[in-house]
């Protein structure tokens, strides 16, 4: 039985769902859009929301130009969850990121970012509410329109191969075989830290780890 209760679709200008919740949860994957990055890493975010939307049932995602991204909403328990794949490529989803929270008037506390970071080994997840973007130019861009208080959760990519090679090749490189086989229990792991905050609310400063 899916957390999530389907609500009709509607491509309109005005919001996408009228839903008698007391509150609006904002969560941003980063990742580019095009074929040709799909399964990289700098896609994990993008990857997290796919498997969390398609977990909990979901509506089909909408792509909605005016915004600059794809969505899909749907209420779990008193809440109303908004996922949000940007579409302006990653440098620039700070973009979306603004638009969205405007339009839903889902600020920084009720947002949470999910991204790739190099510096975390691959197979830890964290949570954390604010700090740098660490290199991530899609986090400098949410930061430079959203500001810094916003919920991260961090899908470690690094490895021992990431610290000999250039970043940016690395980032928009593929998984390995071997880490395929790991990112199924990652993806399950991530939509339960997202379950959570929109739950609790809260960002705690945690470290999960999968093997």
Known sequence: MALFQKKPQDTSITPLYTIGSNKTVLII???????????T??????????????????????DKKDLKCQLTIASLGENRVIL????????????????????YRAYNPQTLAVYDELAIEFG???????GTDAGHNGVKSLIRYLGEDFGRLRIGI?????????????????????????KPKILQEASALITEYIFSGQIPHDTRTVK
């Open 29 to 39: 994957g980063l990742g580019n859009t095009g074929q040709e990055y799909d399964g």
């Open 41 to 62: 890493r700098h896609n994990i975010g993008f990857e997290v929301l796919d498997n969390f939307a398609k977990k909990n049932d979901f509506p089909a995602w909408i």
């Open 84 to 103: 949000c794949k940007p579409t302006t490529f990653m440098n620039l989803s700070g973009e979306a990121a603004q638009a969205v929270q405007h339009f």
């Open 124 to 130: 830890q997840l964290r949570t954390r509410l604010g």
């Open 158 to 182: 690094g490895s021992e191969i990431s610290a000999k090679v250039d970043a940016s090749s690395f980032v928009l490189g593929k998984f390995t075989k071997e880490e395929q086989g790991t």
